[in-house]
């Protein structure tokens, strides 16, 4: 079983993750904040449940997709450092990304405008076509699957790529769960057959914009079989007649790519963003930013609605929203200072006694658009669009000062996000409206704010190849800069050592990082060793990082003793460590059998042993008159190096 909660809090994990306290717990897995004590910086250590790490097929299928995961470099998809089991814990080290998920944003911010729905949407569809292009099909994209970083909206990263892959194959329990924590995003290939390919990740992203848009789920309730049953037999429901302002190319785009057939929608997440800028750009600005009718939300349903169904006198009904969006939350916010008054259902004008005068009816009707004339103009004047107030000074100020100058003059602030090398983070950049300008209240001022400079971390780069590192940087913005050679003993050669700047560090976009690439072990020279015996040549040469192969046939030679080094290749020279040096062993020198040549004439006496090998001295007795072999100094048969002097007595 794995480790519970409480045993796991400063263990530290596979000899390198220490963690430190519990983020967030699912059906699948725990997730907590951890520091990587090897490279000093924290991650998010996600952590298998039990039933799942016991599962023999499921942690191999989970290695597997955790390994097509970590081959995705893209800067809107949360990044995976290490996979790996220690012990009873099965685990997944990931980029920590500290922020609200999507789900957080629909909660506090939807409905919204058409601008800020497609913002929030393109980075996740990016991150898909970067997937989809390298064959890695999400399968469970959901709004708590989307991150934003620090609570940007330039720092959306889509999770768990791949995990729900992992699951589905670990049985029929854990499919089931998986189906029922995800049914409102299931495509309905999901869930009639369990296929998937691009077009299922697809059909979850129109569904996400749908939401965006609406403030509601496509298919709302509270019994995941009854949603389920929803996306094979219903349609997905038009988002503009739910919420009026959603531009019609905007509709017609959501319902395409939710479409029950997949052969309908948008063939993978690539098509779709082409889709998705094509109607960005085929509206205005007016069309981006309509803010959502304050009258257009959802009807009531059972997972909490942003109407209800009141009743009024008379018989008449009408829907009212429970409650208008707070001021400062995004340029939604309304005050009435737009709208004129609604008359009730219930008002009723008092009708005019009857009167014998025919000027009767004729003053009462005069009266009647008097007074109205007067009740608007007086609404107009002090609450309507008459009612101006002064624009506050807001640059330089941080974004909630901002926000709530802004509300104090009924005005409604539309935020966006952009990088700034001199305007800290959270500080107002920049408006298109003049301080101490005269505003209609409700009017639009939109605000850009900084996040900081914008900077990339360096990747890690350690142990790959060259072209892996050059697609790691660009995966970060950044860019290959200079490489260096450097021997390794143990790194072979085109392996990245290190990096400048290391890993973890931030860099502008397009900043350089320089390598420090592996030229493998460093040559080194061969030493001599020839008429060494064979022990001491061994030594010498495997003290040098080399390896030693003797010959298995030995030499004759005269001037090396048997058993020590003739010869060696290569003889010299600077080689690579651990390269093979063959010695040549001495026999020693060749032995010949002296043969009989007493009693034969001295000249082919000579030769006989000159062909031998063997050096002949003359010694003559009495003159040597008859030239006939009397004696020899070496007895026949006698076995004798070559060269050796034999010396013939001859009569």
């Known amino acids: 079983m794995t480790a519970p909660t409480s045993t796991l809090l400063d263990r530290v994990i596979d000899g390198r993750y220490q963690v430190e306290r519990e983020l967030a717990r699912g059906g699948m897995a725990t997730v907590y904040r951890a520091r990587d004590l090897r490279l000093d910086r924290p991650v998010a250590l996600k952590v298998m449940r039990p039933d799942l790490a016991d599962d023999d097929a499921f942690v191999r299928r989970f290695v597997a997709e955790a390994r097509a995961a970590a081959r995705l470099s893209h800067p809107h998809v949360v990044g995976v450092y290490d996979q790996g089991e220690d012990g009873d814990v099965v685990f997944l080290a990931m980029e920590l990304v500290e922020g609200p998920t999507l789900r957080d944003v629909v909660a506090a911010h939807a409905p919204m405008s058409t601008r800020r729905a497609m913002a929030l949407l393109l980075p996740v569809t990016e991150a898909l076509a970067e997937a989809h292009r390298r064959g890695v099909v999400h399968r469970d994209i959901k709004p708590e699957n989307v991150l934003l970083a620090d609570g940007r909206e330039s720092g959306v990263k889509v999770a768990d790529f791949g995990l729900a892959r992992a699951v589905s194959a670990a049985g029929r329990q854990a499919s089931s769960e998986l189906l029922w924590g995800t049914a409102a995003y299931l495509a309905p290939e999901q869930v009639e057959q369990d296929a998937v390919d691009a077009r299922t990740d697809v059909y979850a992203v129109g569904l996400l914009l749908f939401e965006l848009l609406t403030g509601r789920k496509a298919f709302p309730g509270g019994d995941p079989l009854r949603v389920a049953y929803e996306h094979v037999h219903g349609a997905v429901p038009s988002p503009r007649q739910l919420v009026p302002t959603v531009p019609a190319p905007v509709d017609a785009l959501v319902r395409r790519a939710a479409a029950t057939d997949p052969a309908d929608r948008p063939h993978d997440a690539a098509d779709l963003l082409a889709q998705l800028r094509d109607c960005l750009r085929e509206l ?112 330089d100020l941080p974004e909630d000062q901002a926000r709530a100058l802004l509300d104090a003059e009924q005005l409604d602030p539309v935020v966006t996000y952009a990088y700034s090398e001199q305007v800290a983070t959270g500080v107002v950049v920049s408006t298109d409206q003049e301080a101490g300008t005269q505003l209609r209240h409700g009017t639009d001022v939109p605000l850009v704010v900084s996040q900081g400079p914008e900077r990339y971390a360096v990747p890690p780069l350690a142990g790959l190849s060259v072209d892996s590192a050059r697609e790691a940087l660009e995966g970060a913005n950044l860019v290959l800069g200079a490489q260096t050679r450097q021997h390794h003993e143990s790194e072979p050669e085109g392996r990245v050592l290190s990096s400048t700047p290391a890993a973890g560090e931030p860099l502008p976009p397009g900043g350089e990082v320089a390598l420090v690439v592996s030229d493998g072990p460093a040559p080194v020279a061969v030493p001599q060793v020839g008429g060494r015996t064979e022990q001491e040549a061994t030594a010498a040469l495997v ?32 080689v690579e460590r651990g390269s093979t040096v063959t010695i040549v062993l001495s026999q020693g020198p060749e032995l010949v059998s002296v043969p009989q040549v007493v009693g034969r004439q001295f000249s082919a006496a000579e030769e006989q042993l000159v062909e031998l090998g063997l050096e002949v001295e003359r010694e003559d007795v009495r003159g040597g008159f008859f030239g006939t072999v009397r004696e020899q100094s070496v007895e026949p048969g006698e076995q004798v190096p070559r060269g050796t002097r034999v010396v013939l007595t001859v009569v």
């Open 543 to 574: 003290d040098a990082g080399l390896t030693v192969t003797v010959a298995p046939e030995r030499v004759f030679d005269d001037a090396v003793a048997e058993g020590s080094v003739v010869s060696q290749a290569p003889t010299s020279g600077q």
């Open 284 to 395: 205005d600005d007016r069309q981006l930013d309509a803010a959502p009718a304050p009258f257009a939300a959802a009807p009531a349903t059972s997972d909490g609605d942003l109407t209800q169904v009141v009743g009024a006198a008379g018989d008449s009904t009408r829907h009212l929203p429970v409650g208008r969006p707070a001021a400062g939350e995004g340029h939604y916010a309304r005050t009435t200072g737009n709208r004129p008054p609604r008359t009730s259902a219930t008002t009723r004008t008092p009708a005019p006694r009857p009167s014998r005068r025919r000027g009767g009816p004729v003053l009462g009707i005069l009266l009647v658009l008097l007074l109205g004339g007067a009740g608007y103009a007086a609404w107009w004047l002090l609450e309507g669009p008459g009612v101006h107030s002064p624009m506050p000074a807001v640059v």
